[in-house]
């Protein structure tokens, strides 16, 4: 297989994790460009479910190497609970099979500290964030007042920027926040003590990846949240603090973009989004708690209860022209089989006119109606179904229309969460 991406071509949670885990097996490596521990990936392997947060899903597979690229941003602590977790569960966690780039930006304590406090601070304006800090260290990156893991190694240097970094912080903590200051020495030791523990993890991840694909070796490059959640391109404000889309991947790993073979969009047979901000497609009666119980859609970081909806065409088309997306994964099929019909929407009504371009101002947005159209649901079991030729007619037409709407082949169906329920098409992996 070529070096691909896989990226979310909704508000998250489209399955990646899980899909990833399927393709990692046809490729070297899988490097995560962007995000933080405010990802949850899924996957269940032999019944058991893992949660990964930092960690690439490629680690489940023996003989892959892990990589999390420079634009990842990390919580050194989660990280290293997660470590031990896979370790504990019996997978290898290792400096030959896991790397962190040295320039790999650090989720410090007033980090998390400050993104809980501007939530609250916000009221009904709130982004929903996961509170992990995500949004105040990719400010700090920003504003060149970030610190990279590998300035733990270096403990003099470490200790000026940390002095005068939290002497700034501490200003803000106890002025405007009114909380007790941090205390530098305590945050100084717990800190050089995650970087030891780091250590031979930590390396110049954009010359290993140079090198191997040199050398031939494949690279899958994991995105996480989702298009619709991407600093630049999705529902700004409401929206993740780092570029989800494919746009991210060469500045989170520092490879070149002639690097990329193959970029894959991943969606949920229907949608979902957690946190604040326009749903154009969200159903708001009982149904929709019918979809979360079906899909059993609460988030994997927050456990919140994730708002559902009709499929978008118009967003996921987006999602596939900004990305320029080769072809789509369709996830969680399995979660509408009970259903009579299946809505589709195909276009917003702003207004007098009809939209099939996702707009870029909120106020539109917010102002959009969706238009539907309805298909017949297919109302049967899809477990145990391994062969495209033996799904329900109704289903295949449902895939037909969203290729047709979409201009955009769908290469693989899941029908069920285990790692082995989903159905190649068109020669879906071979393909690619
Ligand atoms: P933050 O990334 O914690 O700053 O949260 C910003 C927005 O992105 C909020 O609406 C979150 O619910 C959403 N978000 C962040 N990570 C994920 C994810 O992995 N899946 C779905 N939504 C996410």
Not at 69 to 97: A, F, M, T, W
Not at 258 to 268: A, E, F, L, W, Y
Not at 271 to 276: F, K, L, N, S, Y
Not at 335 to 363: A, H, W
């Amino acid at each position: 297989m070529p070096n691909i991406v896989v990226i979310g071509t909704q508000w998250g949670d489209e399955g990646k994790g899980r899909i990833v885990d399927i393709l990692s097996e046809r490729v070297d490596i899988v490097a995560r460009y962007q995000g933080g521990n405010n990802a949850g990936h899924t996957i269940i392997v032999d019944g058991k479910t893992i949660v990964l947060h930092h960690i690439p899903s490629g680690i489940l597979r023996k003989g892959k190497v892990s990589v999390i690229g420079n634009g990842v941003v990390i919580d050194p602590k989660i990280l290293l609970e997660e470590i031990e977790g896979l370790q504990k569960s019996g997978y290898e966690v290792s400096s030959d099979n896991f790397k962190i780039s040295d320039r790999t930006h650090v989720i410090m304590p007033y980090h998390k500290l400050m993104d809980k406090a501007s939530e609250s601070r916000m009221g009904d304006k709130k982004i929903g964030t996961t509170g992990r800090g995500i949004g105040p260290v990719y400010e700090d990156k920003v504003a060149r007042r970030g610190i990279k893991v590998s300035d733990l190694l270096y403990p003099e240097h470490f200790e000026q920027r940390l002095k005068s970094i939290i002497a700034q912080k501490n200003i803000y903590i106890e002025k405007v926040l009114e909380a007790q200051p941090l205390d530098f020495e305590e945050v100084f030791a717990e800190y050089i003590a995650y970087g030891q523990q780091l250590k031979s993890y930590i390396t110049d991840t954009s010359l290993m990846l140079y090198e191997n694909v040199k050398n031939n070796k494949t690279v899958l490059f994991e995105g996480a949240q989702g298009v619709m959640l991407d600093v630049d391109f999705g529902t700004y404000p409401y929206v993740t603090s780092s570029n989800a889309g494919a746009g991210g991947v060469c500045a989170g790993t520092g490879i070149s973009p002639k690097t990329i073979d193959h970029i894959v969009g991943i969606s949920k047979a229907y949608t979902t989004r957690v946190g604040e901000g326009p749903f154009p497609t969200e159903i708001t009666d009982g149904f929709g708690e019918v979809l979360r119980k079906a899909g059993n859609e609460y988030g994997a970081t927050t456990g919140r209860p994730r708002r559902c909806g009709w499929f978008d065409a118009v967003a996921v088309s987006y999602s596939i022209r900004v990305n320029g997306i080769n072809s789509l994964m369709l996830t969680k099929l399995d979660v509408l089989s009970d259903l009579e019909t299946i809505r589709v929407c195909t276009g917003y009504k702003y207004k007098d006119q009809v939209i099939t371009d996702f707009p870029s101002n909120l106020s539109i947005l917010t102002q959009c109606e969706p238009i539907y159209e309805e298909v017949a649901g297919w109302k049967s079991d899809l477990s145990g179904v391994s062969d495209p030729k033996d799904l329900p007619q109704n289903l295949k037409a449902y895939l037909g229309k969203l290729e047709d709407l979409l201009e955009t082949e769908i290469s693989l169906v899941s029908v069920g969460p285990s790692r082995e329920e989903f159905i190649p098409l068109n020669n879906g992996l071979i393909s690619i």
